[in-house]
C-alpha cells in the first residue's frame, strides 16, 4: 500500500459529493493546479462522515474550482497526521490550510 | 496481605477520581471519540492541578523532583487514571507527567546531564527501541541490529519496530547486538540522537488504535560514540528486562480502570433499559455478566496489588507482575465485551467509549509481552529456568 494518497482528483461537485457515502475517512482538498490545499479527516462526531464533511465544504467555497480525493479509513487520525508529515517531508512546509498545525508537534518522516 | 488504604493513599485516589470526573472527561466530551490530546492550553491547565496536587511527574524518584509516591500508591493511582474513554493509552492525557525512560536514572553523570534532566524539563523526548521484524517477545535471540566497534565509536546497522514516538523523539534508547554468539550476553543498551545521521524513521505503522501509532526506524551506518553507552557493553538484556518486569504493573493496573469503568456503565445502564416489560437488571443472564465481570476485576486488582507490594518492599515479583498482566489484560477485554453486548447496538457507537476501548483492550494482550509469554515467564520461575 502506498503511503500517499494518490487517487485521482475529482471536481467539488454536489454530483461527486453525494456519490461519497457517510464512512469516516481522510480527503485532502486542491486547487485548479492540483496543489493540495488542505488535509482533513471526518471523524467520529462528523455527522454524515466524508460526505457531510465535504458537503459542507461545497457550500462554504461556492464559485471556487478545488478538488478532492478520499480516503475510507478508520485509523483516520493517524492516517491524517501520516499524510501530513508526508506532505512537509514532499514540500517542507505544511499545507497552506493546515498552517495553524504546530509543525513541531508533528512527527517527522524520512521517506525512502 | 492487606489492601486496604492508608487515609493518605486514599485521599490522593478520591483527589484522581475527582479529576479524572470533573476536568478530563468533560474535556473529552467535545473531543473527536477517538482523540488522545486535548488543546495545549487545556492540557497545561490540567498539568498546573496536578503539581498543585503535589503529584506531577509520576515515577520520577523523589530526589530528581517527582512525588514521593508509593508503587502501591501508584499504582491505585494508574486504576483511577485510566477510568476515561482514552484513559488505556492516555491516562489523563499524560497530565501527571513522568519520565517515561526509567533506565536513564542509571545513566552517568554526562548521560543525565545530556538526556535525563532535558527529559524532567520536558525539552527532550526519547522513544524505546526494543523490538525488531524478527520479533518483540524474545529480545535474547530477535535483535538483529548490530553494532560493530570501530575506533572509538560504535557503527550501528538494522531495523526497528512498533516503536512509539521515535518519529517525534529527540533521542533514544536502541538495543543492538554486540556480540553475535553470546546470546542474551551480546545485547547493548545505546543512547541515539535522532539528528545523528543514518538515523530514519521510514513509516507510520497503523494499528487497531486510532491514535499513537506505532513507526518503523531503519539504522544505517549510524555512528554513536562510546560514550552513548547505556550501562555496560553486553549488559544491554538486564535493561531491557527489568524495564519489561516494571512496566507490567502499570500496564495491568490500565486495564484494571477501564474494564472498572465499564462496569459502572454495565450497572448503571441495566437498571433503566427495558426489555420484554422489565429492566435488565431482572434478567439472569445479563446478572450473570455482571457477576463475571466483578469476579474479573477484583482478582485482577488483588494479582495487581499483590505485584505492586512486592515491588515496593523489595522482594521478586517478576511472577506476579507477569500473572497480572496476564490477568488484568484477558480480563479486561472480557468486561469490555460483556458490557458491549449488554448495552447493544449502542456499544458497537463511537457514541459511547466501549468500541475504542475493545480495540484498545485487543492490543493489551499483546503488548509489553502477549499472554504466551507471560506464562513463559512464570513457568520458568515456577518449574526452573533449565527447562525453557
Redesign the interface.
Known sequence: MS?RLEKPWLALNSENVNRLQGQLGVYQIANQQKEILSINYA???SLFGLQGDLTDLLEKTQGETLYFRVEVN??????H??LL?IHVADFGELPEHNQKI?KH???????? | MDFDMTPEQQLIIDNVRRFVREEVIPLEEKMDPDASAPPPEDLERLKNQVRDMGLYGLGIPPEFGGPDVGIVTQTLMAIEMAQHRGGLYSPCFGAFGGAGLAQLFEATEDQKERYLYPVLKGEKHGFFGLTEPSGGSDPARAIQTRAVKEGDDWVLNGAKIFISGADKADFGILFARTDPDAGRGGITCFLVDTDMPGFHVRRVVHTLRSTHYATEIQIENLRIPAANVLGEVNKGFGIANDRLSRQRIPYAAGCIGVAIKAQEMAVDYVKIRETFGAPLATRQSIQWMIVDNEIDIRTSRFVTLDAALRSEKGESFRTEAAMAKLLASEAGGRVVDRVMQIHGGYGMTKDLPLERWYREMRIRRIGEGPSEVQRLVMARDIIGGSFH
Not at chain 1, 478508520?74 to 492516517?79: F, I, N, V
Request: aromatic residues 4%.
Open positions: 503511503i471523524g467520529g462526531r478508520m485509523q483516520y487520525m493517524t492516517r497526521e501520516e508529515m504546530r508537534k508533528l512527527g517527522k518522516l524520512s521517506i525512502a
